[in-house]
């Protein structure tokens, strides 16, 4: 990045004169996390461009240790999105989904005017955050607060290191319906254990909340002229699906796709939602191409 700090990336040529997609993945997440949504858009002839984000997968890590998901700052992560945009384009516009975190840095690009966009789509994007059982409102004053006694670098309560996944548990309810598509988080992990990110600290809490509040500013969604598609899972218990709705109520032209049932990680769902997923980005991508 413009700093020398050094980012893992993806490149997967295009082919049939098609244009390259640039996915971005949400916190905590890695390039093999989406192999099968990699291989899907190379075999229908896309491109793929993709990287992991500063402080998770195989770029250098933040925090006090490996493990803990720090943030460096959302707006270093926006300078590191520009970056990235650019040298996936290599001079033109690019159609982009993101996912999550990586759907929340791409509207506030958006948002600010950056430009190599030919089109949006993010999925379940962290408008807002759900921070259950606390609840936002109780959350954020805890980030706040746990920030200002110096412990912004600490898990948040009932945080700690990445550990493999049980399928029934609730982190998986909350995911995915797909029962193997969630064990092939593990399996990644166990194969190359350095992907492995635990949970976020009080300092990424305190980061996040301030970021989407400055995304729902007034003027910010409706600053938003790139085609956006915003596809949005009903069972989703990490982000806050109705905050999606307000805002993009807000974006000029912007399209709204309801998935009721679907948890968060909508590209890794139970079959056959993830295909309507995957054939509703790809519509709105080729009306670009």
Not at 60 to 75: M, N, V, Y
Not at 183 to 189: G, N, Q, T
């Amino acid at each position: 990045m413009r700093d020398g700090w050094p980012v893992r990336t993806l490149r997967w040529p295009a082919r049939d004169g098609r244009p390259s997609v640039l996915l971005i993945t949400g916190r905590a997440d890695f390039i093999e996390k989406y192999a099968e949504t990699i291989h899907d858009l190379v075999d229908a002839g896309w491109g793929v461009v993709s990287f992991d984000w500063r402080g998770q997968g195989l770029s250098r890590r933040l925090g006090k240790t490996p493990q803990h998901g720090a943030s460096p700052g959302f707006d270093l992560w926006l300078d590191d999105l520009a970056d990235l945009i650019d040298w996936a384009g290599d001079g033109m516009p690019v159609p982009v989904m993101a996912h999550s975190m990586g759907g929340h840095l791409l509207l506030r690009y958006l948002a600010a005017g950056g430009s190599g966009v030919a089109r949006a789509a993010v999925l379940a994007p962290m408008t807002g955050l759900a921070v259950r059982p606390l609840g936002p409102l109780l959350g954020r004053w805890l980030a706040g607060l746990f920030v200002a006694l110096g412990k912004g670098g600490d898990y948040v309560w009932g945080g700690g290191p990445w550990e493999p996944g049980r399928p029934g548990e609730r982190r998986q309810q909350w995911l995915t319906g797909s029962l193997e598509r969630y064990a092939d988080e593990s399996w990644w992990i166990g194969e190359y254990p350095p992907l492995a990110l635990g949970s976020v600290t009080w300092g990424w809490l305190d980061d996040a909340f301030s970021s989407c509040a400055a995304l729902a500013a007034p003027g910010v969604p409706e600053a938003i002229s790139v085609p956006t598609l915003a596809l949005v899972p009903e069972r989703d218990a990490l982000v806050d699906s109705a905050a999606t709705r307000r805002l993009m109520a807000r974006v000029p032209g912007g399209a709204f796709a309801n998935y009721p049932g679907a948890g968060h990680e909508l590209l890794r769902e139970s079959e056959p939602l993830r295909g309507q997923v995957l054939a509703r980005i790809l519509a709105f991508f080729e009306q670009a191409a």
